[in-house]
Nanobody, 119 residues
Framework: QVQFVESGGGSVQPGGSLRLSCAVS????????MGWSRQAPGKQRELVAT???????NYEDFVKGRFTISRDNAKNKVYLQMNSLKPEDTAVYYC?????????????WGQGTQVTVAS
């Protein structure tokens, strides 16, 4: 069974940076497009960024120019470098594999990692 273990979250001031990591096990990581999504309190989960198996990236408009997604197929990991953080980036961040239309591939999720941006 596939497992996702997210880490790297924390509390930062506006303008700060964090680097999230997601370790994936139980599947052939390299063949999947991967992505990060987030869920803020009282809101639905929203997709943030994706990276294809070939390394092509895509970002939602609200993080373009601030966030960078990357992957290391040798380590079965996907990363999210977050710069110029804003209070509205506060959320629990999750990783999963994704279909080209942005639908999560796996039904199970990790525990997520909390990101809090506040002064």
């Amino acid at each position: 069974q596939v497992q996702f273990v997210e880490s790297g979250g924390g509390s930062v001031q506006p303008g700060g940076s964090l680097r999230l990591s997601c370790a994936v096990s139980g599947t052939i990581f390299s063949i999947y497009d991967m992505g990060w999504s987030r869920q803020a309190p009282g809101k639905q989960r929203e997709l943030v960024a994706t990276i294809t198996s070939g390394g092509r990236t895509n970002y939602e408009d609200f993080v373009k120019g601030r966030f960078t997604i990357s992957r290391d197929n040798a380590k079965n990991k996907v990363y999210l470098q977050m710069n110029s953080l804003k209070p509205e980036d506060t959320a629990v961040y999750y990783c999963n594999a994704y279909l080209p239309d942005g639908t999560p591939y796996f039904f199970n999720w990790g525990q997520g990692t909390q990101v809090t941006v506040a002064s």
